[in-house]
């Protein structure tokens, strides 16, 4: 089992920036994809971004041109750095590393709500306040 660890949330006023960390040791031996997906209260489960085992990056349509996702293999850690963040950026902010493509999966924000058998692993999330 891989072990998701996410840390870097935080309040923030709009037009401001944050780096989120996610780190899982051995998830580069699993050939795993590495992703973050967010939820606020009310709202429907989103992709932020995705880095697949060999690069392929994608981010969501609302976040494009504001986030970049980026991986340093040593460390083990996959970085979504954040600018110019819009109050609805808030959320709970949630680490995956997985066996398909996040972005093919976009209710899996929790094990709970994944409907797909061993998806990957997720990290307890971290929460992102974007104060307007």
């Known amino acids: 089992e891989v072990r998701v660890e996410e840390s870097g949330g935080g309040s923030v006023q709009a037009g401001g920036s944050l780096r989120l960390s996610c780190t899982a040791p051995?998830?580069?031996?699993?050939?795993?994809?590495m992703g973050w997906y967010r939820q606020a209260p009310g709202n429907a489960c989103e992709v932020v971004a995705s880095?697949?085992?060999?690069?392929?990056?994608y981010y969501g349509d609302s976040v494009k041109g504001r986030v970049t996702i980026s991986l340093d293999s040593v460390k083990s850690t996959v970085y979504l750095q954040m600018l110019n963040l819009k109050s609805e950026d808030s959320g709970v902010y949630t680490c995956?590393?997985?066996?398909?493509?996040?972005?093919?999966?976009?209710?899996?924000?929790?094990?709970?709500?994944?409907?797909?058998?061993?998806?990957?692993?997720w990290g307890q999330g971290t929460q992102v306040t974007v104060a307007s």
């Open positions: 995956v590393a997985s066996y398909f493509p996040p972005e093919t999966a976009p209710k899996c924000c929790s094990k709970k709500y994944c409907a797909i058998d061993r998806f990957g692993y």
């Open positions: 880095i697949s085992s060999d690069g392929h990056i």
């Open positions: 051995g998830f580069t031996s699993e050939d795993l994809d």
